[in-house]
């Protein structure tokens, strides 16, 4: 019993350290949204603002890190396809390791592990997207198709997954 209490405590004091979100973490729309994404990131990986991304979208290479049937759904205009656990090289091929990078997924998790591995990779200058996909549809910025065609759709990933997006923002697909 008493190694149970101590393997406990361990875990309770080391799990302050690592839980605490940066005070200046860019803003998202609900709360409890933000208290979801902020449990679920470690910050290795410094992020960026839906509006910043938005207002040097045409500057910056865009990275998905999800996977390719959520892409195919809807992704960010001139995002790249990346994928999460088997990367597509050539979306990397051409983009030097100094330029400004932001990668997102659902709502950043998978971004974030992602963009660990490109900084491994020499790249210098990532960032996750706070809340991602979810938080752009949110915000009521727009999303594309394999066409280029702008959609109103989505993916969720499930249901779970799927309330934390707007449903008057998007229609969500899993």
């Not at 290795?44 to 040097?56: F, S």
């Not at 890190?65 to 809807?74: D, F, G, I, L």
């Not at 656990?85 to 990397?92: G, H, I, V, Y």
């Not at 971004?111 to 990532?126: I, M």
């Amino acid at each position: 019993m008493r190694f149970f209490s101590i393997v406990i405590g361990v875990l309770m004091l080391g799990r302050p350290a690592c839980a605490q979100p940066p005070e200046d973490r860019p803003p998202v729309g609900n709360p409890r949204f933000d208290q979801k994404i902020s449990s679920m990131l470690s910050f290795t990986i410094p992020t960026i603002g839906v509006q910043e991304v938005r207002d040097i979208q045409e500057e910056v290479y865009i990275f998905d890190a999800r996977n390719r049937e959520e892409y195919n759904v809807s992704h960010i205009e001139g995002a790249r396809f990346l994928g999460y656990k088997n990367l597509e090289e050539q979306a990397l091929e051409g983009v030097p390791k100094d330029s400004q990078v932001v990668l997102y997924c659902s709502i950043g998790y998978r971004s974030e592990k992602v963009a660990e591995q490109l900084r491994k990779r020499g790249f210098t200058n990532v960032h996750n997207l706070y809340g991602s996909i979810f938080e752009w549809v949110n915000q009521g910025l727009p999303v594309v198709d394999t066409t280029g065609e702008q959609t109103n759709k989505v993916h969720t990933y499930n249901a779970n997954w799927g309330k934390w997006v707007d449903k008057k923002q998007a229609e969500k697909v899993w």
